[in-house]
């Protein structure tokens, strides 16, 4: 099952790679929070002071009042950082192999959190960071970010979406087309039926799409543009 998602114009727009999206933006439900990542930057600032930076285009939420949760059945080491403060990076290591990246949100005391599941980045083959574990390692993100606060000072962080990427879609909004796709979340055992998972439905290079959602052909579907923060 899928849906049409009509977002919420409180993410904001048209900032440099060098702004990032406020706390305040990550003190909501991780359901809000959410569907408004998709079409903000991941940034990252590598050891030659270059940027590198990719579109969010799938996410999950993940909530303590649901079983999927890591929060859901108690309090440990392992999961500590998903019950403190919103706007941290929380990361943990799946089957043993692959790092996973959350960021925090909601409150302190109250397991909540964003899994980003898929990024495409400028200039880059359309499914090297398609899936959590690809994402991570693109990154280079592991449990060594582990409870990192997302700020440009810390190295890793979330930029606002793009000007020009929002006016695309708000335009596919006018036109009656799919934006954001809202679907049921994967990977999971419990929980399956919440639509608790989105992605930007013109990219190609989300993780998996919803049963009969086929993906755009390249001639319609969006590609990142590094000209697009300018």
């Keep these: 099952m899928q849906h049409i998602v009509f977002l919420s114009q409180a993410t904001p727009i048209a900032a440099p790679l060098t702004k990032h999206l406020p706390k305040p ?7 809000q929070v959410a569907p408004d990542l998709i079409g903000c930057l991941l940034v990252k600032r590598q050891a ?5 930076w990719g579109v969010v285009v799938e996410t999950e939420a993940y909530s303590q009042a649901e079983p999927a949760c890591h929060g859901y059945r108690r309090r440990s080491p392992s999961n500590e950082t998903l019950f403190g403060e919103p706007a941290r990076f929380y990361v943990y290591v799946s089957y043993g192999i692959h790092h996973c990246v959350n960021v925090v949100t909601g409150h302190s005391d109250w397991a909540n959190g964003v899994l980003l599941r898929a990024v495409v980045l400028p ?5 090297v960071a398609a899936g959590p574990a690809l994402l991570a390692r693109r990154f280079g993100l592991d449990r060594r970010q582990d409870g990192l606060p997302a700020l440009p000072g810390y190295g890793f962080w979330f930029a606002p979406r793009p000007a020009k990427l929002q006016d695309r879609m708000d335009q596919w909004q006018k036109e ?19 639509p608790w998972r ?20 390249r001639s319609l579907a969006w590609v990142a543009e590094a000209g697009w923060l300018a």
């Excluded at 200039?123 to 499914?127: A, I, M």
């Excluded at 009656?176 to 919440?194: F, K, M, N, P, S």
């Design 25 to 31: 933006f990550f003190a909501r439900p991780a359901e």
């Design 48 to 52: 030659d002071g270059e940027l590198l």
């Design 123 to 127: 200039q880059e083959q359309e499914r």
């Design 176 to 194: 009656d087309r799919q934006v954001v796709i809202a679907t049921t979340r994967i990977g999971i055992r419990e929980g399956q039926d919440l």
């Design 198 to 217: 989105w992605y930007l439905w013109p990219s190609r290079s989300v993780s998996r799409r919803a049963r009969g959602d086929a993906a755009p052909r």
